[in-house]
């Protein structure tokens, strides 16, 4: 099974930007699709944005809280994903968590996210 290792997480202030990145141990070429997934306290765990492999590329979907504020993006030759997040609000606060669909695949143990003044 590959390995899902996120980083990036940290405190920000509301309206700034932090760069989350998914680093696997092995090959992601072979995931159909991958996500990042946020956990807030007291919260169950949520969809943020998920990347799919198509044939003539890939197709992206977000939750309706970050469209436009998120973008999901994924290297292949890195063995990496990223969620770029701009303009960061309070009720984006959670642990984020990598989770890579296809044949030894799985999640990652997140990173925290804080999003106060």
């Known amino acids: 099974q590959v390995q899902l290792v996120e980083s990036g997480g940290g405190l920000v202030q509301p309206g700034g930007s932090l760069r989350l990145s998914c680093a696997a141990s092995?090959?992601?070429?072979?995931?159909?699709?991958m996500g990042w997934y946020r956990q807030a306290p007291g919260n169950q765990r949520e969809l943020v944005a998920r990347?799919?492999?198509?044939?003539?590329?890939?197709?992206?979907n977000y939750a309706d809280s970050v469209k436009g504020r998120f973008t999901i993006s994924r290297d292949n030759a890195k063995n990496t994903m990223y969620l770029q997040m701009n303009s960061l609000k309070s009720e984006d606060t959670g642990v984020y968590l990598c989770?890579?669909?296809?044949?030894?695949?799985?999640w990652g143990k997140g990173t925290l996210v804080t999003v106060s003044s």
């Open positions: 092995g090959n992601i070429f072979n995931f159909y699709a």
């Open positions: 990347i799919k492999r198509i044939s003539s590329g890939s197709i992206t």
């Open positions: 989770k890579a669909d296809g044949p030894g695949g799985g």
